[in-house]
């Protein structure tokens, strides 16, 4: 008979710890899923009309709020451009929930399909393939254009979604996650807001604090199991990523569609004080946990700051 000794069972058991934990997180967020779900076109009155008078988005969250330029809008102007800023974060967040759905795909390809890791990736495409139907409905339903984010940014994503490691991948999804989040909770309760926009807002909170969950646990045990040089290369490609992002998070053709100079509108938005206070704000919560970890460190964290989202 084959005896183990006690130092290899210790690391046996250590190995199989984040193993069992991994487990038992996907288990209660299964159970979480099972109890709290929507299905966006039978829980939304998609046919009730919109009301006069009331916002796609919080003011407060509208790009040129407080700058010179907003104080000479009128009242109609700047909510014109509140709705076509609220189908240009939609249209963002579809391309991105389209790249986080590849990068869950990617992380379960080798995975024991039986486990509750996999099951839960598997749900959470499910949600994600109902908010980006729901999202580019809300555009529609809106009137306002689509805002594909620029080429050069479509493409980009494309190679960091193919070279991404897995934890870049689970920091990804985070970036792309918890700032539209924060925007997200000051939206649905906001009476202000079109009920459609808050109905939509409210079904993508409560199920995107499940996915953050996923994420960060996943994250948090990438970033002590994974070889060194790919903790480097996740600093530094979750770096880029939140460049890339807060570059593409205002499209500036919605100035144009509301018939604002589009160059003056970008100078005043890069300007703004307030503008920077909401993103850092927005991320605060996400750089915490990434500092927390270990993620912003050396030319990662130099990204950050550029990206205006860490100060």
Request: proline share 5%; net charge neutral; with cysteine.
């Amino acid at each position: 008979m084959t005896t183990v000794s006690e130092p290899d069972l210790r690391l046996l058991r250590d190995a199989l710890g984040p193993l069992r934990d991994r487990e038992q997180v996907a288990a209660r967020l299964l159970e979480s899923s099972a109890k709290h779900s929507f299905d966006p076109e039978t829980e939304l009155d998609w046919e009730a009309p919109f009301e006069n008078g009331k916002w796609f988005w919080p003011p407060e969250l509208v790009s040129l709020y407080d700058t010179p330029m907003w104080r000479r809008m009128s009242e109609e102007q700047r909510m014109d451009l509140a709705r076509h800023e609220a189908a240009s974060l939609a249209s963002l967040g579809i391309w991105f929930e389209i790249i986080l759905m590849q990068l869950l795909v990617r992380h379960i390809y080798d995975k024991s399909v039986t486990s509750n890791h996999v099951r839960y990736a598997l749900t959470e495409i499910a949600d994600e393939c109902r908010h980006s139907m729901m999202f580019a409905r809300l555009i529609q339903k809106g009137g306002a254009p689509a805002y594909p984010v620029p080429r050069l940014y479509h493409n980009l994503a494309r190679v960091l979604k193919t070279v991404s490691t897995t934890p870049g991948s689970f920091a990804a999804t985070l970036l792309g996650e918890e700032i539209l989040d924060w925007m997200q909770r000051l939206t649905f309760p906001d009476e202000r807001v079109q009920p459609l926009v808050r109905g939509v807002t409210r079904i993508h909170v409560v199920e995107e604090a499940r996915h953050v969950r996923y994420a960060r646990e996943e994250l948090r045990r990438q970033m002590v199991t994974a070889p060194r040089w790919e903790q480097e290369f996740t600093r530094i490609s979750c770096g880029e990523a939140a460049r890339v992002f807060s570059v593409c998070f205002v499209n500036p053709q919605v100035f144009e569609n509301v018939g604002l100079d589009r160059r003056e509108a970008v100078a005043q938005v890069r300007a703004s004080g307030h503008r920077r206070e909401v993103m850092q704000t927005g991320a605060k919560r996400l750089t915490d946990f990434l500092d927390d970890i270990g993620v912003l460190r050396g030319p990662g964290r130099r990204l950050w700051k550029s990206s205006g989202l860490l100060a």
